[in-house]
């Protein structure tokens, strides 16, 4: 891993995997980490806090009633925006998945924690589930004329075999484009506050003010790009799922 290239308390030290409950299954291993410890973390808090919200639903909302509700409308929208009425039926899959990223980025953010969205295994397996879910949805609707998205209208027949492999690849490429994309601006991130935060600590009283400045304006920039990834992941799911469901060319 690179983080254990780092090593020590160097920026890239915050990102190694720790394992906590090791476990061989079938000569794989599937030893319960940090990374998983925080996953089931966010689950929890998740689910208690929907429980919480809404255990006293009222007319006049109170405030973690209110937060869920907007929460609600705001993917709600979202989806109706980008996909129409007919994509509400896969509301539950794309709200879960806005409210998993955003809880794992935000749970990044708490000093001395582990920011699960910055290794690339998990926004991969992130990505990929988003990839087979769409892929699985347009097949389910469409059945084998799913593969006209890869046959754009109005597309000369003798352009045909340069435009439908590059569809086709571009396809392919999703998974890693959303994965890549999510990954890279929370390690990046992270890391630049971790280097940051060593040069307040280490460079003398006079020259610590500098860094000290640039570590608070960057962490409420990086609260902000952790919320935005999540939107921008949660966005293009939903665009991936408009060609599944409407294949709009």
């Not at 007919?86 to 794309?94: C, D, L, R, S």
């Not at 991969?124 to 389910?140: D, E, K, P, W």
């Not at 006079?206 to 952790?226: D, R």
Request: aromatic letters at 14%.
């Amino acid at each position: 891993m690179a983080a254990e290239a780092g090593g020590g308390h160097g920026p890239m030290s915050q990102f190694e995997i720790k394992r906590y409950v090791p476990l061989d299954l079938f000569g794989q291993d599937a030893s319960f980490t940090n990374a998983s410890l925080y996953m089931v973390l966010a689950v929890l808090l998740i689910t208690a806090f929907f429980a919480a919200a809404m255990r006293n639903r009222a007319l006049v909302p109170g405030r973690l009633q209110s937060v869920a509700e907007m929460s609600y409308e705001f993917i709600a929208n979202m989806v109706r925006e980008n996909v129409g009425d007919e994509g509400m039926k896969y509301f539950p899959f794309i709200f879960s998945l806005f409210v998993f990223v955003l809880v794992l980025n935000m749970l990044g953010m708490i000093p001395g924690t582990f920011t699960v969205t910055s290794h690339i295994i998990v926004t991969f397996a992130l990505a990929a589930l988003v990839f087979l879910v769409v892929t699985a949805i347009g097949f389910a609707r469409h059945g084998f004329g799913y593969l006209k998205l890869f046959v754009p209208d109005g597309v000369p027949i003798w352009l045909m075999p340069l435009i439908v492999p590059i569809e086709l690849i571009s396809y392919l490429i999703r998974p890693i484009s959303l994965s890549v994309r999510l990954f890279a601006n929370m390690m990046a991130g992270h890391t630049m506050l971790k280097v940051f935060a060593g040069f307040a600590v280490s460079l003398p009283v006079f020259a610590k003010i500098a860094p000290v400045l640039f570590t608070t304006a960057f962490t409420g920039l990086e609260f902000v790009v952790a919320f935005l990834q999540a939107f921008i992941f949660t966005v293009l799911t939903c665009i991936y799922l408009n060609d599944a469901v409407n294949m709009h060319h």
